[in-house]
């Protein structure tokens, strides 16, 4: 006989008599183009939602600026944002982790092409860098602090998206880019095949999900134990597999009390 989870039967029950589950606004970061993580992350999403008995709408927004405006708006229910959004938005409106990437802390990383001139960190002094936006936190503050602290100098160009910066640099418009990892990690196979890690930054703790203060600890206890779920089933680990992710794991807001102790506003000094 199919297991059928005290979860799914409550959605069920639900269903049946008629009542309707509280719907919630999830905002991803825009890492990548919306359709692109639409793709990617509704199918997730309806899974976490339907473990929870909550349904679960995918959000996000048209950069990572616009998504900061949003975020400091409270205009998502469940948001996942970067750590220095996290250090931000955590103070007012006063989101709060539950849930963080399993097993995968984040970094920046810079990429070049594997068939270009750049061999070494110090070769790409002088040249013109592409990065998504100025306070994406490992893509472009983690890894110009660390240019700057080497010495090093480039002329910044924002591309306003993770996407745009792995195929400038593909293109050749670039010599090297900033990112990170996970969206080297889930790019189109024949843009990645193109590039190669230069150069990896200190490593913190990954994107948390996290819930705004009007969403009540009772429900974001369900959505903490639906996240943390999904890697002990095969109909998880699909979805898992579709962004990348080996799971899920519980976080806590002091996990990021390591990015709030960073001396920000002299990093983001160093970022042109």
Same mark, same amino acid.
């Given at each position: ?7 799914? #039967?409550?959605? !069920?029950?639900?269903?049946?008599? +008629?009542? /309707?589950? @509280?719907?919630?606004? *999830? ?114 503050? #983690?890894?110009? !602090?660390?240019?700057?602290?080497? +010495?090093? /100098?480039? @002329?910044?160009?924002? *591309? ?113």
């Amino acid at each position: 006989m199919k297991r059928i989870s005290w979860l799914g #039967l409550f959605g !069920a029950l639900c269903v049946a008599c +008629g009542v /309707h589950a @509280q719907t919630l606004t *999830v905002g991803i970061t825009p890492l990548k183009p919306a359709a692109k993580l639409a793709e990617e992350w509704s199918p997730l999403l309806d899974e976490v939602g339907r473990r929870a008995g909550l349904a679960l709408r995918f959000r996000t927004a048209p950069s990572i600026p616009a998504f900061g405006d949003r975020l400091d708006k409270g205009e998502y229910d469940i948001a996942y944002m970067n750590p220095y959004h996290y250090q931000v938005y955590s103070a007012q409106p006063g989101y709060r982790a539950f849930a963080r990437e399993r097993e995968q802390p984040l970094e920046g990383i810079l990429i070049v092409r594997k068939d270009g001139r750049i061999k070494a960190l110090r070769d790409i002094d002088g040249t013109t860098v592409s990065f998504p936006t100025p306070l994406a936190f490992a893509a472009s503050i #983690l890894t110009q !602090a660390e240019l700057h602290k080497q +010495g090093i /100098h480039v @002329q910044a160009r924002y *591309v306003q998206s993770h996407d745009s910066v792995l195929k400038s640099v593909a293109a050749g418009n670039f010599d090297a880019g900033g990112t990170i990892l996970k969206v080297l990690q889930t790019a189109d196979p024949q843009l990645a095949n193109n590039l190669r890690v230069l150069h990896k930054t200190a490593v913190y703790p990954s994107h948390p999900f996290c819930v705004h203060p009007r969403v009540s600890p009772a429900v974001a206890d369900k959505l903490q134990q639906a996240f943390v779920s999904l890697h002990e089933d095969e109909v998880g680990k699909k979805l898992l597999a579709a962004i990348a992710f080996k799971g899920f794991e519980i976080a806590a807001d002091r996990d990021y009390d390591g990015v709030r102790r960073l001396d920000l506003k002299s990093l983001i000094g160093t970022v042109q």
